[in-house]
């Protein structure tokens, strides 16, 4: 299956990747006691699994297990955390992101006439030394053209995870590179350029251009997992097995023998989740911020370029995951985040005394997203199917007062997994496009017309895609859509080749093109 799906901006990424350096001894020998230590917990999880339900039959032991849970429960009551958490202005101002970018200086920005765009050999080229060697066939492989489509997508197969890098997509479990080529007037083609492995189900992904390894830009994957930590990985290299930064994570986990029963014991890196992330969000106005929700209930943002997490919040209610997480386009320090707990709540961080504004839904979240063209309107899309849009400028200061929804609409019969709103800026001479994209367990995905609150269906369209996981409209051609979900089969739809489309925002198709 396909969990995530994500753009790479077209020119981003290195014409010919890096290839890594192979691990050392060390590394291979700690690479493997890592995934037998992971293979033998597992295997001794099930035992355990077996030895207990066999064990849940007899009374004695039913009745201490009732005993302790209730035990635990108490405790739990007991100890919950009321402990103050800094709002999103003061972690803003610790990171100095203002200054951020200031640290550029020195950087030829315009480069050094034509010796920034051309070459009389690869010899010569300072972004070609380095790299292995290749074979005329096999360098016309690895190539990323400018002009290429580069999509990052998230798959398990056969319970391996990796990401995997397309041309005009990048994209198994692993994170895989896609690259899409769409010439002008001929057929288009895509295909994985690599692959990442990667050790856990991944769940989502956020591309971030923050300079980790110096510079003025990088080219990054953040990938959230069914692990607490989050890896970012670097894009522009090849056969890497080590992702370049880790934000929290595990540092140790023991079983320990105690009275009644085993006790496992986690020990988690500071500042960490402790749970699955469910969602991440990158600040594309401060470069080195991410946000990211989690299973553990809360939201929490990071300074990828330090590694550490600066503001963990905990707005949400204490029973339920937070699913989704979104930065607002215009107003970079307003955070949106969707949760189990059937709401979705806005942080400010212009007010920091202010406790935030909630808006309740009918079902648990699954996807929330900011309309690009405007800073007042937000869409969410829950799990019986529905999708509702919210005019922030409506909200109440009593948060015991609900904001009724700009519109809702029954989009589809199953769970709306996820939301992509169309980027492409309206034309002063065209009424408003507001294209919503959501797509859902039903298999189909439908493009909706938002203008005045008033959703239209413009185009339905099952991609043989299986359960619709997640979909992303690109940024460099606006009206490509690409569709992950359960078949593990990654779907680009060209949505101006529906006639319902083309006829409503066909004379938009010249700036279908960056």
């Not at 890096?18 to 001794?44: F, Q, R, T, W």
């Not at 972690?91 to 550029?104: I, K, P, R, V």
């Not at 030394?129 to 002009?147: F, M, N, P, R, T």
């Not at 990054?220 to 989050?230: C, D, Q, R, W």
Request: charged share 25%.
């Amino acid at each position: 299956m396909i969990a995530a799906v994500s753009w790479v901006p077209k020119g981003v990424s290195k014409s010919v990747p890096d290839v890594a350096d192979p691990p050392s001894k060390d590394e291979v020998e700690e690479i493997l006691k890592s995934n037998l230590e992971k293979s033998v917990e597992s295997e001794n999880e099930e035992q355990d699994e077996g030895m207990d339900a066999e064990a849940a039959k007899k009374g004695e032991v039913v009745s201490q297990a009732l005993a302790a849970a209730d035990a635990l429960g108490k405790a739990s009551k007991s100890t919950t955390s009321s402990s103050n958490f800094q709002d999103i202005t003061d972690g803003l101002q610790e990171l100095n992101m203002e200054d951020y970018d200031d640290e550029d200086d020195g950087i030829d920005i315009f480069g050094a006439g034509i010796g920034g765009t051309y070459y009389p050999s690869n010899d010569m080229d300072p972004y070609l030394q380095g790299q292995a060697d290749y074979d005329s066939e096999e360098l016309e492989d690895v190539i990323i053209k400018a002009e290429d489509a580069v999509l990052i997508c998230a798959r398990n197969e056969d319970e391996v995870s990796h990401l995997e890098a397309c041309n005009t997509c990048y994209s198994s479990l692993d994170n895989s590179v896609w690259i899409y080529e769409d010439p002008a007037g001929g057929d288009s083609n895509m295909y994985v350029h690599h692959d990442i492995i990667i050790p856990a189900f991944p769940l989502c992904l956020a591309w971030l251009d923050c300079p980790i390894k110096g510079g003025e830009k990088g080219n990054f994957i953040a990938v959230g997992s069914m692990e607490p930590s989050i890896e970012i990985w670097d894009l522009d290299i090849m056969d890497e097995v080590q992702p370049s930064v880790v934000l929290g994570g595990i540092v140790e986990k023991k079983k320990k023998k105690k009275k009644g029963g085993k006790k496992k014991s986690i020990k988690y890196k500071e500042d960490s989740h402790t749970d699955a992330v469910l969602g991440l969000a990158w600040n594309k106005e401060y470069r080195n911020i991410l946000a990211s929700a989690s299973a553990d209930k809360l939201v929490k943002i990071w300074d990828v370029a330090t590694g550490k997490c600066d503001i963990t919040m905990a707005h949400h209610t204490d029973k339920a995951s937070v699913q989704a997480v979104a930065w607002n386009h215009h107003v970079p320090q307003v955070l949106l985040s969707g949760s189990f707990d059937h709401t979705v709540v806005l942080k400010d961080g212009r007010i920091p005394s202010h406790t935030g504004f909630k808006w309740s839904v009918s079902a648990d979240v699954e996807s929330v997203a900011w309309d690009p063209h405007t800073e007042h309107s937000f869409v969410v899309s829950l799990e019986n199917g529905t999708v509702s849009g919210f005019d922030i400028r409506a909200a109440k200061s009593d948060q015991s007062s609900d904001s009724k929804p700009s519109f809702t609409l029954h989009a589809h019969d199953k769970a709306v997994c996820t939301i992509s709103y169309n980027p492409l800026a309206p034309n002063v001479h065209v009424s408003p496009l507001s294209i919503d994209m959501s797509l859902m367990l039903d298999l189909t995905v439908k493009l909706w017309d938002l203008s005045n609150n008033q959703p239209s269906c413009v185009a339905s369209n099952n991609p043989k895609a299986g359960a619709v996981f997640s979909i992303s409209f690109s940024e460099d051609s606006p009206f490509l859509l690409a569709i992950g979900g359960s078949k593990g089969r990654l779907e680009v739809w060209d949505t101006l080749s529906d006639a319902g489309v083309s006829r409503r925002y066909g004379n938009l198709r010249n700036q279908n093109r960056s």
